[in-house]
């Protein structure tokens, strides 16, 4: 604790008591490590991508050049990490936006399966890539959410886009809408390699990641579901995973129904 103690004085200039301030620093300190370990992880992440740009074209021009097949193939390699850095510097920008609340929603009313019918036809080139199929189940039309539509796009995106990363080729992934009594839910499930239990409730936090190695093949910066956490939020919107290791993955968006009340709001 962190102790702070003033006298005070009475009207006739007498010491009438003092007020002790406590404060729990535990909670400080934690917020500090949080911060430096955060700097921490950013470094690091940037550092490999950097180390690589860098030692590639050292060798570039070092004489690889010549040879255009090995120029050609080194050149690659620097802009798939150029990409990668720039993922994680917009990843970034996207998540600081809306820790520092500046992230402006513009709430309207949605339909949750037309905005999922529309990121669908954004990424089933990446599933048809992997040979899986796309499976869209019951989807109910006539249900309102009041949403920000790049920000339900981008929860979609980032859940549907794992489905397809941590899922091996030839896998399926369902999607699908209904309603549970005063909410939409929006289920996404694969069968996939599945989330052990103990990390499932950590796979929401910056930079977690359940294997390193596999979600930076995958081209993950480790922070889509800490973006999808906070639009949830900002939303009223629930995230609710189960996992079942080697068997799959199934992820449910919670959003509460729109009434009118809140449309006026
Ligand atoms: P990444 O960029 O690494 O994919 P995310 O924040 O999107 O970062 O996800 C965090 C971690 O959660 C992933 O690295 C992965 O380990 C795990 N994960 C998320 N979705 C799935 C899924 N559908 N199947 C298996 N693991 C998943």
């Not at 003033?6 to 007020?19: D, H, L, S």
């Not at 620093?25 to 992440?45: C, G, P």
């Not at 005063?182 to 910056?206: C, S």
């Not at 995958?218 to 639009?231: D, K, N, P, Q, V």
Request: net charge negative.
């Amino acid at each position: 604790y962190n102790i702070n103690y003033a006298p005070f004085k009475n009207e006739m200039e007498e010491i009438g008591g003092v007020i002790f301030v406590m404060q729990d620093i535990t909670e400080q300190q934690r917020l500090d490590d949080m911060r430096k370990e955060f700097v921490a992880n950013v470094s690091h992440e940037l550092k490999t991508p950097i180390t690589t740009v860098k030692s590639y074209t050292e060798t570039l021009l070092g004489g690889a050049l010549e040879d255009r097949e090995t120029a050609e193939s080194f050149l690659n390699v620097i802009l798939n990490e150029s990409d990668r850095m720039d993922r994680l510097v917009k990843d970034l920008l996207r998540l600081s936006r809306m820790e520092f609340k500046q992230a402006k929603w513009n709430k309207v009313p949605l339909h949750p399966c037309s905005v999922l019918e529309e990121t669908v036809e954004k990424l089933k080139n990446r599933a048809e890539d992997k040979n899986q199929n796309l499976v869209f189940g019951r989807c109910t039309e006539e249900i309102e959410v009041m949403f920000d539509k790049d920000g339900l796009e981008q929860i979609y995106q980032n859940i549907i886009g794992n489905a397809i990363k941590y899922t091996p080729e030839n896998g399926e992934i369902k999607i699908g809408c209904h309603v549970e009594a005063d909410f939409a839910v929006v289920e996404i499930e694969d069968n996939g390699i599945g989330i052990p239990e103990a990390d499932i409730k950590r796979i929401f936090e910056r930079f977690y990641r359940v294997d390193k190695a596999r979600s930076r093949e995958m081209g993950g910066t480790g922070l889509g579901l800490a973006i999808t956490r906070h639009i949830a939020e900002a939303h009223h919107t629930v995230i609710e995973v189960e996992s079942s290791m080697d068997k799959g993955t199934r992820f449910r968006i919670v959003m509460p129904l729109s009434s009118r009340g809140e449309k006026n709001a």
